[in-house]
């Protein structure tokens, strides 16, 4: 088999953590497995990078700072092939330019184009471990180094196995599987055997840190089989992401998510005009802003009031957009004391009340819900920060999860 393996910043965060994740490639490599490794940079290091820049600039050239925050992942990849090397395997170590990833311009938010896999092949055929610096490639037409954005690691893993035509792709973090919810805020928490991509997507998108959703969403596309699976742990099963057809039994819930990094943007008695909608979310759009939650409603005296989340990352830029719409605008204010929480499963689909319950658990708690937005396979609550722990396992116990 050809297995893909992404190993993050947890697994590699010191020089004995690099040696065992040399030791899981030396077992996978022993039972007769071709391997590709990609590497996140060792766990504080990117943050490190970002302050160094910030001494001297707030807003660096988003090229430059690439140019700064791709060394990680190297210095991680060189460490690995060397310890490997030393192990007496083969192994070599390869830039997302070596490594044939070619992507958009979009400097530090960058997509992948398409992956040249010829240089993996030929290194693969001459018995080589190939260890894959993540989180960047190289621009088409400059050939400046790109970065993905945070969590780009599981992306390069993801779209070289769908390139490369991988058997799977498992990704390693400090945490064995996919959860029921974060247990470190609910020990009751399970470990869920399989999941289905688009779960999965709902959860990485509404907050549960262990995979990045533009990683499961590549794997949708491409149809690679992922696991998500311990460094810590590695004799431990994981869990699978695949296709829904592939599970059995579709649980009504799967899984509760909590997000923290949300900020809920007010804009009250705006002038209702037709457009108004379009010109203030296309200058968002503008501004790569992503827009979770939107709530909207008209007023009888021809002003209209505007409820949306946005990341808490992009705040700053979120104001600079909003004064533009100042003059059409009574009152814009910001609330960032508050979090959402999700629950998610493909089986709600087919089942009723699942909502009704939710809201009842929450009553019960006496927590407030701000705003509320619901898709086929999930409903997504606005509440204060401060009830985010009580709701998650509020919710835990309304649909049993913990059984």
């Known amino acids: 088999m050809l297995k893909v393996l992404k190993f993050g910043g947890t697994s590699v965060g010191t020089l004995d953590r690099i040696q065992n994740v040399a030791n899981i490639i030396k077992k996978i490599r022993d039972e007769g497995h071709d391997v590709i ?18 001494y001297y600039s707030k807003t660096p050239k988003l090229d430059e700072i690439d140019m700064l925050l791709s060394s990680g992942e190297r210095v991680t990849s060189a460490l690995l092939s ?51 610096a993540g989180f960047q490639g190289v621009v088409q037409d400059s050939l400046r180094v790109s970065t993905l954005g945070r969590g780009g690691s599981d992306l390069t ?65 491409l149809n690679v089989n ?62 790569n802003i992503n827009v979770d939650m939107i709530v909207q409603t008209v007023g009888v005296d021809g002003k209209t009031d505007l409820d949306f989340t946005i990341p808490k990352t992009d705040w700053e830029i979120c104001k600079g957009v909003m004064e533009k719409f100042r003059p059409e605008t009574e009152n814009i204010d910001y609330n960032e004391k508050i979090c959402k929480v999700s629950i998610v499963g493909v089986g709600m689909k087919s089942h009723t009340g699942v909502a009704s319950k939710a809201f009842t658990a929450l009553a019960n708690e006496n927590i407030n819900i701000r705003i509320i937005s619901t898709s086929e396979i999930k409903i997504s609550m606005i509440i204060d920060e401060k009830y985010a722990e009580l709701a998650v396992r509020a919710l835990h116990e309304a649909y049993d999860l913990d059984k």
């Open 82 to 132: 060397i310890a490997l090397n030393e192990m007496g395997l083969k192994a070599t170590s390869m830039s997302g330019r070596e490594a044939g990833i070619v992507t958009d311009n979009a400097h530090t938010k960058a997509r992948i184009e398409h992956i040249d896999t010829t240089g993996m092949k030929k290194a693969i055929k001459e018995g080589n471990i190939i260890i894959v």
């Open 37 to 54: 490794a990609v590497v996140s940079a060792m766990s504080g290091e990117t943050n490190k990078l970002i302050e160094y820049a910030e």
């Open 226 to 287: 992922l696991v998500s699976r311990s460094s810590f742990t590695p004799e431990v099963e994981g869990t699978l992401i695949t296709k829904e057809e592939n599970i059995m039994e579709k649980p009504v819930v799967s899984g509760i998510a909590l997000d923290k990094n949300q900020v809920r943007v007010g804009m009250y008695g705006v002038t209702d005009r037709p457009g108004i909608a379009s010109a203030i979310f296309t200058a968002l759009a503008d501004a």
């Open 157 to 221: 893993a993801v779209a070289i196995a769908g390139a490369i035509e991988a058997d799977v792709c498992e990704i390693y973090t400090d945490v064995d599987g996919i959860y029921t919810t974060d247990p470190r805020i609910e020990p009751k928490a399970k470990k869920l055997e399989k999941i289905s991509y688009d779960e999965m997507l709902e959860l990485a998108s509404l907050g549960a840190k262990v995979l990045q959703n533009r990683s499961v969403e590549m794997a949708k596309k």
